[in-house]
């Protein structure tokens, strides 16, 4: 069965940054594009950013461009989310998916919590 | 950005059938998909292409999609069943998926 475990997440300073990451098993990273989606408990689902196969190409929510950057490392199976100048509404879960033949995702990690505050 | 409205709750009864809806703007003319959250746990694709089920997802899951609306169909309601259920478009103008505000389904 296909597995995505994210890590990374915790405390962060506002201002501050964090790095998540997420490794994927039983299956070939590389051949999929990746997304981050979060959610803030208690609340729904909001899309964060999506790379494709190689990371050349690289999408992000107006509320996260210019300070989140999605790379992969497919050699090592792992995608990453680079969080930079951290603001308290990024307080939430973030999940890693992988995205599905017909622009679906099929695949999600357990998430880790990220939580900004002084 | 594509808006997708869902009820915030729909109520059932063990056995009966539940409807889940999402409303959007010619969503028939797109195609929907479905999540299903328990808590603490990651979403499920549940129903993709409108229809159609991941492999080991049970019959009971269907789904239609016309007009306006999209509608999640789960018959023979189980306790098990209880869950937030979200719905997902793609918006091809900004090549994101778009996701529902979500439907909480309590099996009464």
């Known amino acids: 069965e296909v597995q995505l475990v994210e890590s990374g997440g915790g405390l962060g300073q506002p201002g501050g940054s964090l790095r998540l990451s997420c490794v994927a098993s039983?299956?070939?990273?590389?051949?999929?594009?990746m997304h981050w989606v979060r959610q803030v408990p208690g609340k729904g689902l909001v899309w964060v950013s999506r790379i494709n196969t190689d990371g050349s190409s690289k999408f992000y929510a107006d509320s996260v461009r210019g300070r989140f950057t999605i790379s992969r490392d497919n050699a090592k199976n792992t995608l990453y989310l680079q969080m930079n100048s951290l603001r308290p509404e990024d307080t939430a879960v973030y999940f890693c998916?992988?995205?599905?033949?017909?622009?679906?995702?099929?695949?999600w990690g357990l998430g880790t919590l990220v939580t900004v505050s002084t | 950005s594509y808006v997708l409205t869902q009820p915030p709750s729909v109520s059932v009864a063990p056995g009966e059938t539940a409807r889940i809806t999402c409303g959007g703007n010619n969503i028939g003319r797109t195609s929907v998909h479905w999540y299903q959250q328990k808590p603490g746990q990651a979403p499920v694709l549940v129903v993709y292409y409108d229809s159609d089920r991941p492999s080991g997802i049970p019959e009971r899951f269907s789904g239609s999609n016309s007009g306006n609306t999209a509608t999640l169909i789960i018959r023979r309601v189980e306790a098990g069943d209880e869950a937030d259920y979200y719905c997902?478009?793609?918006?091809?103008?900004?090549?994101?998926?778009?996701f529902g505000g979500g439907a909480r389904l309590t099996v009464l």
């Open positions: 997902q478009v793609w918006d091809s103008g900004s090549d994101h998926p778009v």
């Open positions: 998916g992988r995205e599905g033949s017909g622009y679906y995702i099929d695949a």
């Open positions: 039983r299956f070939t990273l590389g051949d999929y594009w």
